[in-house]
């Protein structure tokens, strides 16, 4: 089977297809920077609600921000919110 580009379903799809990458990478990317900016807010939190946190008397809430930070990388890359 031979693939000719000059032909025009082949090159439109082609560019579609190659475009993909970069849209999902997109998605991908900004899934990311929601999410960080996601914990730095869960964090700010913390420092506010215990503020013994920054002269090591009291500790922050350590085990709360792995599932948070899962489920929001999962809900914004599937929904793509």
Known sequence: MKVDIAVPE????????SML??????????AV???????VNEVRRQF?????IMVSVRHGKFNSLPPFCFLLMF???????
């Open 10 to 17: 082949v090159f439109v799809g082609g560019l579609l297809g």
């Open 21 to 30: 990458i970069f849209l999902f990478s997109a998605w991908a990317i900004a």
């Open 33 to 39: 920077g929601r999410t960080a900016q996601e914990v």
């Open 48 to 52: 506010i609600e215990r503020p013994g």
């Open 75 to 81: 809900v914004r890359t599937i929904c793509l919110s």
